[in-house]
């Protein structure tokens, strides 16, 4: 299993790790910062001794490194990891974003989450609504903007399956959970919102910054989609 240093400090930016193996472009290593793609967000990019670091994915309870160049780092050596910190960052903004915004329509309105995709530049959560217009996508991000302006700490720490899925509140996207984990991470936002989740987070909702709702569109017939960006 590797390491995930993006759970212990998820603002680390660069770290040292042992190669444990390599299969051509595919790296794994003993300890990890890159966040890998998974549970709607976008993996990392960055760079391993200076060789690109493409994508990262995570293949049951290891974590690969998909390098642009094959063989770049060998097995058994010490590498330095370089992560894409502003995409990071801006990673992470819109999770903590996405997550308040889904708490916000699902207390006003009772819809659940049906997916979500986390990007730098536009994110979009997706909801099991039949109405959803530009007038209410205002309301909802102004309600999320009132709450990131209240700074609220965002916590993480770990609990036990059973524990955590007693609370329904806890697991909005159940299924997005391997179902072996003995134990949840937990990410609780202030008041606003605690949920089951692997991703990575601001510390801080005034972080942020602002969120800034762009568009809506039907896909499906009980399918809104909302897309926004932070600035
Ligand atoms: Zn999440």
Same mark, same amino acid.
């Given at each position: 299993?590797? @390491? +995930?240093?993006?759970? *212990? =400090?998820?603002?680390?930016?660069?770290? =040292?790790?042992?190669?444990?193996?390599?299969?051509?472009?595919?790296?794994?290593?003993?300890?990890?910062?890159?966040?890998?793609?998974?549970?709607?967000?976008?993996? =990392?990019?960055?760079?391993?001794?200076? !060789?690109?670091?493409? *994508?990262?994915?995570?293949?049951?309870?290891?974590?690969?490194?998909?390098?642009?160049?094959?063989?770049? &780092? $060998?097995?058994?050596?010490?590498?330095?990891?370089?992560?894409?910190?502003? @995409? +990071?960052?801006?990673?992470?903004?819109?999770?903590?974003? $996405?997550?308040?915004?889904?708490?916000?329509?699902? /207390? *006003?309105?009772?819809?659940?989450?049906?997916?979500?995709?986390?990007?730098?530049?536009?994110? +979009?959560?997706?909801?099991?609504?039949?109405?959803?217009?530009?007038?209410?996508?205002?309301?909802?991000?102004? +309600?999320?903007?009132?709450?990131?302006? @209240? $700074?609220?700490?965002?916590? /993480?720490?770990?609990?036990?399956?059973?524990?955590?899925? $007693?609370?329904?509140?806890?697991?909005?996207?159940?299924?997005?959970?391997?179902?072996?984990?003995?134990?949840?991470?937990?990410?609780?936002?202030?008041? &606003?919102?605690?949920?089951?989740?692997?991703?990575?987070?601001?510390?801080? /909702?005034? *972080?942020?910054? !602002?969120?800034?709702?762009?568009?809506?569109?039907?896909?499906?017939?009980?399918? @809104?989609?909302?897309?926004?960006?932070?600035?």
């Amino acid at each position: 299993m590797t @390491r +995930r240093l993006f759970w *212990e =400090d998820m603002y680390a930016k660069e770290f =040292d790790a042992k190669v444990v193996s390599v299969s051509g472009a595919r790296v794994v290593l003993d300890q990890t910062a890159f966040n890998p793609r998974g549970g709607g967000l976008v993996s =990392d990019v960055g760079t391993l001794d200076g !060789k690109r670091v493409l *994508e990262v994915v995570k293949e049951g309870e290891e974590i690969i490194h998909v390098l642009e160049a094959q063989d770049a &780092v $060998a097995a058994g050596k010490q590498v330095h990891g370089v992560l894409d910190w502003e @995409r +990071r960052y801006r990673i992470m903004k819109m999770h903590t974003a $996405a997550h308040i915004l889904s708490s916000i329509v699902n /207390t *006003e309105t009772g819809a659940l989450i049906t997916g979500n995709q986390i990007s730098p530049d536009e994110s +979009r959560v997706d909801f099991d609504l039949e109405s959803f217009d530009r007038s209410k996508m205002s309301y909802y991000i102004d +309600r999320v903007n009132e709450a990131v302006a @209240r $700074a609220l700490e965002v916590k /993480t720490f770990f609990m036990k399956r059973e524990e955590a899925l $007693a609370n329904p509140g806890f697991v909005k996207l159940a299924n997005a959970m391997p179902p072996s984990l003995e134990m949840l991470r937990i990410v609780e936002i202030g008041d &606003v919102d605690t949920q089951a989740d692997g991703g990575v987070h601001v510390k801080n /909702t005034i *972080e942020i910054g !602002k969120v800034v709702g762009l568009k809506t569109e039907n896909k499906g017939k009980n399918n @809104r989609r909302l897309y926004f960006t932070v600035v």
